[in-house]
C-alpha cells in the first residue's frame, strides 16, 4: 500500500525508481480512508539517507502511511541543510498536541556519551514521555532503543573493547511472538555501535521480553510485555553499501576500524558487500505495522490516560 510523503522530500525520486508504492499529496486528500499516521524522529546526521532507507520498509503496509518527520530543536544539525529541515521536518514542539499511531526513533552517533550529556537528552526525554498517551506503538532503532530502554525501564548501556561493526547471524528467542512472525530460525542484521544492551538486564526486568539475540552481537530485539514497544539494536533498514560507506569513510580519516565482519564476500573489501538481512528488514517491518499499529489502533485514535505505557 501507498506510502504518502510530501512531493519535493528528496527521497520520492529514488523510491520510484525501485518501484516502492508512493501516493501524491493531492491524490491523498481524495481518498476516504484514515491512513496510519506514523511520526518519525530522525536522529542520524545523515538525514536524507535514513529517510529513503525507512520509507522504503514502510512502503511494504497494509493502508496508507502518512509519514510525519521530527527533528530536535535543541539540536543544530551540521549535515543536512536548513532548507531540507524547514521544508520537510517539525519540531516535536509543533505536533505535541497531536496524536500518532506509531512513532519510529532512530539510531544517533551519540552512543559513546553518558545519555545526560547529550545536548538533546532533555527534550528527548520530553517526547518519550508525550509517545506513552500520544503514541500507539513504538518502535527504536540503535541508540533510540538503547535511550528508550534507559529511560523506561533504567536498562544500562555498557561500552563495548572495539565497535561492534558487520552483518551477524541471529536466533529467535520467542518465536511465537507476532513481531517475528515469518523469521527464519536463523536471520542476518547490520550492526554498527560502539555499545551494548545486555541480556541478563532485559530478563530481569518483568515488563519486558527477549526476542533475539546473536552469540557475537548480543541482544538484538526485545519489546514491552504489552506489545507497545519494539526495541531494535541493530539497523535492518541499513542499504546494501551503508556499512561499505562508514568503512571508507574511518579508512580515509585514517581511523581505527576493522573490517565489517560477514559483509565483504570472503572479508575482502574490494569485493561487493553480501545482503542478507533484506527479507527480515522488511518483515520487521510489515509485522509491526500490521500486528502492532494497524490491527490494533482504534480507528479515531485520542491520547491514553497517564500511564498508558509502559
Known amino acids: ?56 520498509l514502510l512502503g511494504n503496509s497494509p493502508i496508507q502511511v502518512e509519514v510525519t518527520l521530527l527533528h530536535t530543536a535543541s539540536h543544530e544539525a551540521r549535515n543536512t541543510s536548513a532548507e531540507h529541515l524547514l521544508e520537510h521536518y517539525l519540531s516535536f514542539e509543533e505536533v505535541r498536541h497531536q496524536s500518532f499511531d506509531g512513532l519510529i526513533v532512530t539510531g544517533a552517533p551519540v552512543e559513546t556519551l553518558p545519555f545526560e550529556t547529550v545536548d538533546y537528552w532533555p527534550e528527548l526525554v520530553e517526547l518519550l514521555d508525550w509517545a506513552r498517551t500520544h503514541v500507539f506503538s513504538s518502535l527504536f532503532i540503535c541508540w533510540g532503543a538503547q535511550a528508550a530502554l534507559f529511560h523506561y525501564y533504567g536498562v544500562p548501556k555498557y561500552p563495548l573493547p572495539e565497535k561492534m561493526f558487520g ?37 530481569a526486568e518483568p515488563r519486558l521480553v527477549l526476542l533475539a539475540e546473536s552469540d557475537e552481537a548480543g541482544v538484538y530485539m526485545a519489546q514491552s510485555a504489552d506489545h507497545r514497544m519494539v526495541f531494535v539494536t541493530g539497523h535492518s533498514e541499513y542499504d546494501p553499501c551503508t556499512l561499505k560507506a562508514e568503512y571508507d569513510r574511518d579508512i580515509a580519516k585514517h581511523l581505527p576500524i576493522q573490517v565489517p565482519r560477514n559483509y565483504y564476500p570472503g572479508d575482502d573489501p574490494d569485493r561487493l558487500p553480501l545482503v542478507r538481512w533484506r527479507s527480515h528488514a522488511n518483515l520487521l517491518f510489515s509485522n509491526w505495522l500490521n500486528y502492532f499499529v494497524y490491527q490494533e489502533t482504534p480507528y479515531e485514535f485520542v491520547p491514553l490516560p497517564e500511564g498508558g505505557q509502559p
Open 1 to 56: 500500500m501507498p506510502v504518502k510523503i510530501p512531493d519535493s522530500l528528496p527521497a520520492r525520486g529514488i523510491l520510484e525508481a525501485e518501484n516502492v508504492f508512493l501516493i501524491e499529496e493531492h491524490r491523498a486528500i481524495h481518498q476516504d480512508i484514515r491512513p496510519l499516521r506514523i511520526a518519525i524522529l530522525n536522529l542520524m546526521p545523515t538525514k536524507v539517507a535514513t529517510e529513503t532507507q525507512l520509507l522504503r
Open 167 to 203: 552483518v551477524f547471524p541471529h536466533r529467535l528467542n520467542a518465536p511465537r511472538e507476532r513481531i517475528v512472525q515469518g523469521f527464519d530460525d536463523v536471520f542476518f542484521a547490520p550492526h554498527s555501535r560502539h555499545t551494548e544492551i545486555r541480556r541478563d538486564d532485559i530478563l
